[in-house]
């Protein structure tokens, strides 16, 4: 071999090492940048579960002991308004409040176990309740809106089989509280003794 052919050998020699070396640096630097800028990934699961409860927060209403005034044919006691009319009872001034404590929106159904005349009995006894938004928004209609809301904020004869109430109660705090407030008309000749009505709450 000639010195020429040599020294050429040599030269393409050193140029194919250090090609090489650069592709070594390159590739390590590569994986090595890849390591610090977080390239190398990893994975975390979890389920979160659905829980639909409710809690009545104010589960009692109680006027205590009292009796229609001499000389009236009823008295009319309201928690709404927080009076007593025509009759000595304690004055109750809030209703019943049902809290969604879970954490998905429900359907509210609602029922008594008794009518006006099986609880209070007499002449002309009436037994109403008014649903409520207790915080702002709570109820909403099925759409999650507030119209056809109408029967919200009016008196009716509760219902003594379990019936729609709040198509749409909401678990988001600040607005998950709605308030039922009672009116009794209480008859000059109703029952005496101790009386007492149960309200049974059902979500879906």
Not at 133 to 148: F, K, P, Y
Request: one cysteine or more; hydrophobic letters at 40%; aromatic letters at 10%.
């Amino acid at each position: 071999m000639g010195r020429g052919n040599f020294v050429l050998g040599v030269i393409i020699f050193n140029i194919v090492l250090v090609v090489f070396s650069f592709v070594l640096i390159y590739f390590s630097f590569t994986n090595f940048f890849n390591v610090l800028s977080g390239k190398v990934t990893g994975e975390m699961n979890l389920t979160i579960e659905s829980s639909a409860v409710i809690n009545f927060t104010v589960d009692s209403l109680n006027w205590r002991s009292g009796r229609v005034n001499s000389g009236s044919t009823a008295a009319y006691l309201d928690t709404a308004a927080g009076t007593v009319k025509n009759g000595n009872w304690t004055l109750a001034t809030s209703g019943l409040q049902i809290q969604n404590t879970g954490n998905v929106n429900v359907t509210l159904n609602l029922s008594v176990g008794k009518t006006a005349a099986s609880f209070l009995g007499g002449t002309n006894p009436l037994y109403k309740w008014n649903i409520t938004n207790h915080e702002v928004g709570s109820c909403l209609n099925a759409s999650g809106g507030t119209g056809s809301m109408g029967h919200l904020g009016n008196y009716y004869d509760p219902n003594t089989t379990t019936a729609l109430w709040c198509p749409l109660l909401q678990f988001i705090d600040g607005s998950d509280t709605v308030n039922i407030s009672i009116n009794l008309t209480v008859p000059s000749d109703s029952i005496t003794g101790s009386l007492n009505d149960i309200i049974t709450a059902i979500v879906y």
